[in-house]
């Protein structure tokens, strides 16, 4: 499930291999893109940078073009280097961006649009994200502050839900939002105008603190000495190394918490009905 961290090392990964090259090939199975392309080439155009914004990767390209493109529950972005096979089938490609030593494929995603700097800030969802929580310039005190807005404006939002809002903090997602609340001793389905400004003060700093954790850079020089190689570990959230053990509360439903031994719940939450776990006596 694509949260910020795995975007983040995604757009990492992607501006090792791509960044200051030229493109040789674009394809796309996106009438949209393909219609773009045919007016304006992606081939011939230098890969500026690659970016993370929160749940969103931004693929900038030379002469004012954007790819924009958003993972939702099942997409990915794969890195080959050229003649590799795909681990995928090809009936699941949406884009490939080739350059002479690589090729960067996007699988099953449903969001991939073009932008120039203008139309980004015009009708994009990017610019109306909150502070990204991984971003370099992301601080406790913008993410509090987020969050007291949020409690001005919306008293009546449930925490599991606010968590999720991209508006608040971007880059949380569904598994974030259970660790976090649980880890901070919240109840997800409290209302936002009850929390405490310590309380607010903890889920900030232990969202930021967990998703830091998950991107840490495990890149290791091989033989070819490029480094391309990035994070390749489970997400975690406990110390435990062991897959089965990495996560707090997360799909760990009538199953004992790991700190006090009740039994852990699910209920749905929200407009979109995203599942939350909890600890009813951790999280009273």
């Known amino acids: 499930m694509p949260e910020g961290d795995t975007i983040y090392r995604t757009a990492r990964t992607l ?19 393909a219609s773009v392309n045919d007016d ?25 073009l954007i ?15 050229t003649g590799e096979r795909w681990r995928l089938p090809h009936r699941s490609m949406r ?30 969802q990017v610019p109306k994200l909150g502070p990204d929580i991984l971003s370099a ?32 903090m971007a880059g949380i997602g569904n598994v974030y939002k259970s660790e976090v609340a649980f880890a901070a001793g919240v109840d997800p389905f409290r209302k936002i105008a009850s929390l405490s400004d310590r309380e607010i003060e903890k889920m900030v700093e232990i969202a930021q603190r967990y998703m830091r954790a998950n991107i840490a850079d495990g890149s290791s020089r091989g033989e070819s000495g490029e480094g391309i190689v990035t994070y390749t570990g489970a997400r975690r959230t ?7 053990d990495r996560v707090w ?30 600890c009813p006596d951790c999280q009273r």
């Open 15 to 33: 501006q090792k291999a791509l960044a200051g090259k030229v493109v040789t090939a674009f394809e796309t199975g996106f009438a949209k893109l």
């Open 40 to 64: 304006s080439p992606v081939a011939g155009r230098v890969v500026e940078k690659i970016e993370a914004r929160g749940k969103w990767c931004l693929i900038f390209f030379s002469g004012d």
């Open 67 to 81: 790819l924009v493109t958003h993972m939702l529950m099942s997409g990915s972005w794969h890195l080959y280097r």
């Open 95 to 124: 884009v490939v961006i080739r350059v002479h030593d690589f090729e960067a494929v996007l699988f099953n995603a449903q969001v991939a649009e073009f932008h120039t700097a203008r139309s980004l800030e015009r009708s994009s």
């Open 137 to 168: 310039e992301f601080t406790l005190a913008a993410g509090i502050a987020a969050m007291r807005e949020r409690i001005r404006t919306h008293p009546d939002d449930e925490v599991g839900v606010a968590l999720l809002n991209q508006r608040v």
């Open 238 to 244: 406990t110390r435990a190394m062991t897959q089965a």
């Open 249 to 278: 509360v997360y799909r760990r439903m009538g199953k004992e918490c790991r700190r006090c031994g009740a039994i852990i719940r699910m209920q749905r939450q929200g407009t979109q009905a995203r599942s939350t776990y909890w």
